[in-house]
């Protein structure tokens, strides 16, 4: 798989430098921090960072604001610049389909799938899935490319076209997909959805998960709950639950 080039700048360190320019520095540091910690977000169409993103309706981003737009002949070029709130438009929404855990297949507003031809020209002509209709998105530090099935990836041509000739991922490989798909929101810790709540919502969240509903109806112990709030301090709050829950018949795992 190619591997991304970064060349990274230095400055010159002299002798003497006043400590309160160094603060200042730091500033523009944590400013320019916050910035690349900033959504990635236009007109409502979110830039992937992860394969398992790649999902519904997508849009892929080849320069600033500017998207792959689809031709009534099969082909496809680049569409003109958007300003920086709106989405692409309809010829440029292709529906991403999952084949494997590194590989998807495009199909675009005209039923066809994105392919490539023996000349490294990517086209949409295909009213199938075969080994030419099938991309594999590369992620590395941030960036990402997207590789065809000639092994080489996607860019923009002098001639106006969108083709796959080049091995190595450089500037003019790199693209964005962006995704219009509800975006779940990230959170910060690891707490299951089950332990978020009180110790009695905790607990309705459990029997749902593992209770047998043969005649749909929810049994919750009855018992007062004050020994789960015990339990949830000292570290023992699913063996309680599990000990609670052993009492119900109707738990598939507490017979």
């Not at 309160?20 to 979110?46: A, Q, S, Y």
């Not at 992937?48 to 070029?77: K, P």
């Not at 339990?231 to 598939?252: I, N, P, Q, V």
Request: glycine share 8%; proline share 2%; with cysteine.
């Amino acid at each position: 798989m190619a591997e991304y080039s970064h060349v990274k700048s230095t400055k010159l360190v002299l002798k003497g430098l006043n400590k309160g320019k160094k603060k200042k520095h730091k500033d523009k540091k944590r400013k320019v921090t916050d910035e690349e910690e900033k959504p990635d977000i236009i007109g409502g169409w979110w830039s992937v960072s992860s394969f398992g993103e790649i999902t519904g309706t997508v849009a892929i981003e080849m320069q600033n604001n500017a998207y792959i737009h689809a031709l009534d002949s099969g082909l496809f070029t680049l569409g003109a610049p958007h300003k920086d709130d709106e989405g692409p438009d309809p010829p440029e929404q292709f529906t991403a389909i999952k084949l494997s855990d590194t590989r998807i297949a495009l199909k675009s507003g005209y039923g066809k799938y994105l392919g490539i031809n023996s000349e490294g020209l990517v086209v949409g002509r295909s009213d199938a899935i075969g080994s030419r209709e099938q991309w594999e998105p590369v992620f590395q530090e941030g960036k990402m490319a997207l590789l065809a099935a000639n092994s080489c990836f996607i860019s923009y041509s002098d001639s106006g076209d969108i083709v796959a000739k080049s091995k190595t991922a450089g500037d003019g490989e790199m693209v964005k997909i962006r995704s219009s798909a509800e975006r779940e929101a990230k959170r910060k810790d690891d707490i299951a959805e089950e332990d978020r709540g009180n110790v009695k919502s905790c607990e309705v969240n459990y029997v749902k998960k593992f209770q047998s509903f043969q005649d749909r109806r929810l049994r919750v112990n009855e018992e007062d709950a004050s020994a789960l709030k015990r339990a949830r301090t000292d570290g023992k709050f699913h063996e309680a639950l599990l000990d609670r829950r052993s009492k119900m018949k109707a738990d598939r795992y507490c017979k």
